[in-house]
């Protein structure tokens, strides 16, 4: 008998490292925020109306979101597969499942398979295929042009830029079954938003990116301002970019003035990141690129 528990505990062990290991390949927290812009891509689309009590559309919602953190998980767990010999030389990533030895490739791939065409599929089949196709489009950029991009040249941070930015409209595009400029609104301001977010990121990351031969700053030395005054730049983008919506008729005042608000705390951040270039104000553009969007996002839905 005690034998027998002794073998269930085991067993049980096993199967939560396994669940864990495939949760480092989704990368659940990164890739739950970007998908949450689908979901108000979708709600923000004229044709859907919003309400606590409709089933369906919360039913949709979920599909949405389901089926996009499939695409996402897919294009991250790729992403893994690829860089695992870079991820053993960073302290952040040696002890993902694959450069701690704990998966094979080969189970990866699957994994990375089933949830990129099942998630594609499910968008395509639920919503509309151009819909499908987007999501599938932004797998294969991100995970096949961006990863690699990464060791060869900075302009990667653009190329990462154009998936990363992909989800509200596709949510757009899953409501309305078309690209448009209103859904071309949504992208970019989730697009201008990702430049601070990764440089930031890259700065404060610099010895391990460049211990893996990773080039994501605009320079090669972490010293130079060259790095923060770009910040400054996409970052101011973002405040008269906040106007667009209202001006398409998208959102109201109050979530205008919310955007253009978060904004300028954008801006501010970068402005002090220029002024003391240092690990402590990279870090607070980083966290202020956390707070930017999902407020914005949320702001310009309720204002609907």
């Not at 040696?94 to 990866?108: H, N």
């Not at 990116?209 to 790095?227: C, D, H, Q, V, W």
């Not at 801006?267 to 999902?294: Q, T, W």
């Amino acid at each position: 008998m005690i034998q027998q528990e002794t073998i269930n505990v085991r067993e049980s062990a096993g199967l939560s490292t396994r669940i864990k290991d495939y949760s480092q390949l989704l990368k659940p927290n990164l890739s739950g925020m970007v998908v949450f812009s689908s979901v108000v891509g979708y709600l923000m689309a004229p044709e859907v109306v919003f309400s606590w009590t409709d089933k369906d559309l919360w039913l949709r919602c979920a599909l949405l979101f389901t089926g996009g953190m499939m695409v996402t998980g897919g294009a991250n767990t790729i992403n893994q597969i690829l860089e695992r010999e870079s991820d053993k030389l960073m302290k952040r990533t040696r002890m993902r499942p694959l450069p701690d030895g704990r998966m094979t490739d080969t189970e990866a791939w699957i994994f990375a398979t089933v949830l990129g065409v099942a998630g594609a599929a499910l968008l395509g089949i639920f919503f509309n295929p151009l819909a499908g196709l987007l999501s599938f489009l932004s797998l294969l950029l991100y995970a096949f042009v961006y990863t690699p991009m990464k060791k060869v040249h900075p302009i990667a941070v653009f190329i990462g830029a154009i998936p990363g930015a992909l989800p509200p409209l596709i949510g757009w595009t899953a409501a309305t079954g078309v690209v448009d400029a209103k859904g071309l609104v949504l992208f970019s301001l989730q697009f201008f938003w990702q430049f601070p977010h990764f440089w930031a990121i890259a700065w404060v990351a610099f010895d391990d990116y460049a211990n893996a031969g990773i080039k994501m700053l605009p320079t090669r030395e972490r010293e130079s301002k060259f790095t923060a005054i770009q910040c400054v730049l996409y970052s101011l983008v973002l405040v008269p970019m906040a106007m667009l919506p209202q001006m398409f008729g998208m959102t109201g005042t109050v979530g205008t003035i919310v955007a253009v608000l978060c904004g300028v705390m954008y801006l501010a951040a970068s402005v002090v990141f220029y002024k003391h270039n240092d690990y402590k104000s990279a870090r607070r553009v980083m966290f202020a690129s956390f707070i930017y969007l999902p407020s914005v996002l949320i702001a310009l839905l309720a204002a609907k």
